[in-house]
């Protein structure tokens, strides 16, 4: 697939360039949003003198998790008095929201991801950001699978922004649609799309903003690209087995979309430009861009 141009693309002078980072409202900018992964089989059976036992308890908010040696004790106390006699540690959390176990793959996304993914496509910058030990379901959280109820915040990331795309009430609007995918490894940066390019560079300007100077950008037409790019990318990425997972990632995955929007600005000013100048009316575009990260497990 080689990159390509959009139709109509404007030349830079001739284009008023509209990003930033995310700030929809004032301090809401930054979320910290935690998912209790339900027990795997094997887990449930136990291990010699330690059954399994569930450790946590998400209360009716839906933001305040507990964590206790003996939950079922601290539930009691909850309701009730507790015997004096029973010792055990408990600690509670709050966050902007806690999923428990039960948790589905699109309660996560609608709830936490969605309005993240919809404001890049107003020109905002954003990041979603997975982490945690290993073996937790970072890699089932943000991939998953690619289609279904257990598709993950990727897959319904990219359905979201082309289905956006599409129905896009403004007909004069063209899209453009770039994904990259590097890993890092031993803090060296590489490219998951072209292997032979790693030991990449950060840099950062007053145009680009932050990014990773000869990270390849692939124009992508519909969620099928994509897909194909992160089969390609994850058959590159680094990978080890440890106690608590057999497939374990161990680099960080950063898949990058990209969107720009073309689109006349507005019909006064392009008036106003017309009788100054002859050429090109003036074109405003929009530059979104969304980081979704997969740490290696700690």
Known sequence: MANQGMDGYIPEEDVDYDQGDWN???????????????????????????PYQCTTHVDDSGRIMTLSENLSAVLQGLSGPLDPGMLYATYRF??????????????????????????????????IIAYGQTGTGK??????????????????????????IVNDPEPSSKYLVRASYLQIYNEVISDLLKPERTNLVIREDRRRGVFVEGLSEWVVRSPAEVYQLMDKGQSERTTGATKLNEVSSRSHAVCIII?????????????????????????????????????AGS
């Open 139 to 164: 890699t089932y959280t943000m991939e998953g699978e690619l289609t279904g109820p257990l598709r993950g915040i990727i897959p319904r990331t990219v359905e979201d922004v082309f289905t956006y």
């Open 94 to 127: 709050t966050f902007d929201h806690v999923y428990d176990q039960h948790s589905t793959q699109e309660q996560v996304y609608m709830r936490s991801a969605q309005q993240v993914v919809l404001s890049i496509l107003q020109g905002y910058n954003a990041a």
């Open 24 to 50: 929809p409202s004032s301090g809401d900018n930054f979320k910290v949003v935690i998912r209790v992964r339900p027990p795997l089989p094997r887990e449930l059976k136990g291990t010699g003198l330690r």
């Open 259 to 295: 969107v720009e929007k073309c689109c006349a600005v507005d019909e006064g000013l392009m008036r106003q430009a017309a009788a100054s100048r002859d050429g090109p009316l003036p074109q405003s575009i929009k530059v979104g861009k969304l980081n979704l990260v997969d740490l």
